[in-house]
């Protein structure tokens, strides 16, 4: 099994910045690509990011030029910069993890559906 467990969020003003974390154990050889995806109260999750094995990226347009997302395969932790962050940026944040070796273009086209995902952590912006 692979366990995500991600830290990081916290409430701050807009404009400001966060670093969200991702630990990622147990069957680690078996993830593919890893991504972000939120949910806000009464909305439908969004993907926000997604990187490849190779370290390949795509970013949703809604954060793209104020969201990184990056790896460091050493560490198996997965990061989220969160810049220049606007109050439509509040939702909870979930690492989620490819299992089943899909390609990054195909994860994307097809709506983020990862299958492991953490509890999430809590964005507030305000």
């Known amino acids: 099994h692979v366990q995500l467990v991600e830290s990081g969020g916290e409430s701050v003003q807009a404009g400001g910045s966060l670093r969200l974390s991702c630990v990622a154990s147990?069957?680690?050889?078996?993830?593919?690509?890893m991504g972000w995806f939120r949910q806000a109260p009464g909305k439908e999750h969004e993907g926000v990011a997604i990187i490849d094995s190779s370290g390949r990226t795509s970013v949703a347009d809604s954060v793209k030029g104020r969201f990184t997302i990056s790896k460091d395969n050493a560490k198996n932790t997965l990061y989220l910069q969160l810049n220049s962050l606007k109050t439509e940026d509040t939702a909870m944040y979930y690492c989620a993890a490819d299992l089943l070796g899909r390609h990054l273009d195909t994860i994307v086209q097809m709506g983020f559906p990862f299958n492991r995902w953490g509890q999430g952590t809590q964005v507030t912006v305000s």
């Open positions: 147990g069957a680690t050889q078996d993830i593919g690509c």
